[in-house]
């Protein structure tokens, strides 16, 4: 909790575990870290310590500290999304399930996949003002998470706010397909803007803390995720 009874804002960020190829993607992680720290904002990630996913994760704990960031990860994809380093190149060496807290924060780790989104969305939930989800760069797995995540807010599921961190015209392509799928009657025009775009780490965060949601969704009433 932070201000007296009024829950901390928490974002979960959706990333890439690669690095990308232009290092403006690892910038924008640490700028949104920074932006995250000035404001007490917590992180809920995916749990990796390599990539895009390391580097906003390790950065936010540098600044505001291990409880600061909660990283949930799947068992399957530990071996994936972990640095292998730390089993000395050896293909069937097993590498600790738990990164360092003091680097990493607080690790989770989880049955699967589905387990992994539902206890990052509900954390979310359960934030302050502002808690939302932010898109960084990344790749199939950050395009469905996001996109599952409109999704639920499209059904009425949630109303926290979606944002996709456009680094470079990264997610340019993502915006146009929107605007002609909406033109296309396939989203309603209303729904278009149910993610939002940003440029810059504050942009994005400014987002959330000012997202309406929209009059098309759907009231629907849900007992579980």
Same mark, same amino acid.
């Given at each position: 909790m932070s201000n007296g009874s009024v829950p901390q804002t928490k974002v979960a960020v959706y990333c890439g575990a690669s690095p990308g190829n232009d290092p403006r993607h690892l910038a924008m992680a640490r700028e949104l870290a920074h932006a995250m720290a000035k404001r007490n904002i917590a992180l809920v990630y995916g749990g990796g310590t390599i990539g895009i996913m390391g580097e906003v994760a390790r950065t936010l704990v540098s600044l505001s500290g291990p409880s600061s960031v909660h990283g949930i990860i799947p068992e399957p994809l530990v071996r994936y *999304? !972990? %640095?292998?380093?730390?089993?000395?190149?050896? #293909? %069937?060496?097993?590498? #600790?399930?738990? #990164?360092?807290?003091?680097?990493?924060? !607080?690790?989770?780790?989880? #049955? $699967?996949?589905?387990?992994?989104?539902?206890? &990052?969305?509900? *954390?979310?939930? *359960?934030?302050?003002? =502002?808690?939302?989800? +932010?898109?960084?760069?990344?790749?199939? @797995?950050?395009?469905?998470? +996001?996109?599952?995540?409109?999704?639920? /807010?499209?059904?009425? +599921?949630?109303?926290?706010? &979606?944002?996709?961190? /456009?680094? $470079? @015209?990264?997610? %340019? =392509? +993502?915006?146009?397909?929107? !605007?002609?799928?909406?033109?296309? =009657?396939?989203?309603?025009?209303?729904?278009? $803007?149910?993610?939002?775009?940003? *440029? %810059?780490?504050?942009g994005a965060l400014n987002a959330l803390l000012g997202y309406k949601v929209s009059v098309d969704t759907l009231k629907l009433e849900w007992g579980t995720l």
């Open positions: *999304e !972990r %640095d292998l380093s730390k089993t000395n190149g050896a #293909p %069937d060496a097993k590498i #600790p399930s738990l #990164p360092a807290e003091q680097v990493f924060g !607080r690790t989770t780790v989880v #049955p $699967d996949m589905h387990t992994r989104k539902k206890l &990052m969305a509900q *954390e979310v939930f *359960e934030g302050g003002p =502002g808690s939302g989800f +932010i898109a960084l760069s990344g790749g199939y @797995g950050t395009m469905e998470e +996001i996109f599952e995540t409109a999704t639920w /807010n499209q059904l009425g +599921i949630h109303n926290k706010g &979606m944002c996709l961190l /456009n680094v $470079d @015209g990264f997610y %340019d =392509g +993502i915006v146009e397909w929107i !605007r002609k799928s909406s033109e296309s =009657g396939f989203i309603s025009g209303a729904n278009k $803007d149910i993610l939002a775009t940003a *440029e %810059d780490a504050e």
